[in-house]
């Protein structure tokens, strides 16, 4: 064996079918479908060579791996400690994102709900306030009826007063009526009647005057003891002249009058009496 060369190329030369040992820093060929086992001796053969030719020794050789098995288990375990510390720290993250995004919807839901209260408390308000009106409204219009139900209450008693007023004043005419129907009298004493019915103070006179100069003439009236008008002359005396209180006028020369044939005082109103 030549001193050039390595003291363990025979063996390289015999595991590597007789090829130089200067292919071994050449690119590896392609792999090739070899079994496991002869490529774990060439590697063993390779590793044994190298050591040999650094002065080393096969212990050495399983040490090296041993402490490269460490090396990758190492390197393994930090890598997978590395994703471990990433996973936990995406999930820290995902967490965080889900707090805020649970915050965020809660405060968006207080945010709706307080705009719905506000908006509800708004038209409660409204509503209660036009209730309010409504009822001070029904207060006053209750008011207002039970006044209205007091005036025409106490219309009715002016009316059934005034009635009876009328139905007294009625009375008392047909009693004059009567009276004056039983004594008789012409028509100077109705010019008498008149005279006397007058309200009027000049009206008095004549008959002051009569009654100093002595007793008129009494002439007979109808039976009935209505008069006749003394505008026509031929329908009854129904209607008394106002305020003179004269009864002398028919319905249609009452219409027509402007004064009171009786006495001549103007006229302001009349009333229609009926007999029947």
Known sequence: MPASEPCYGSAASCERGHQPYADIFTLPPPP????????????????AADLAKKGGSPDGVQEMITKKRRRNDVL?????????????????????????????????TRLIVSTVE??????LKAKDEEIERIRIMNWALEERLRNLFMEDQM??????????????????????????AVHGGGSGH?????AESCCWGENQVPLCAEEEVG???VEERPATGVGRCK?????????????CRHLCVCAPCAAA???CPACGSAKNGSVCINFS
Do not use: Y
């Not at 219309?155 to 004056?180: K, Y």
């Not at 109705?190 to 008149?194: A, I, T």
């Not at 505008?231 to 305020?243: F, I, K, N, Q, S």
């Open 32 to 47: 090739t479908m070899t079994p496991a086992p002869c490529q774990c001796s060439e590697f063993l053969a390779m590793a």
């Open 76 to 108: 393994a375990a930090h890598a997978q400690q590395q994703t471990m510390d990433v996973d936990r720290i995406l999930l820290k993250h995902a967490k965080n994102m889900w707090t805020a995004l649970a915050q965020q919807r809660q405060s968006h």
């Open 118 to 123: 506000a908006r509800a408390a708004k038209r």
């Open 155 to 180: 219309w009715r008693d002016v009316a059934q007063s005034h009635e009876a007023t009328a139905n007294v004043l009625r009375g008392d005419l047909q009693r004059a009526l009567d009276v004056q």
């Open 190 to 194: 109705g010019q008498e009647d008149d």
């Open 215 to 217: 007793t008129p003439v």
């Open 231 to 243: 505008g026509c002359r031929e329908d009854a005396a129904v209607v008394l002249l106002l305020p």
């Open 257 to 259: 009058a402007q004064a």
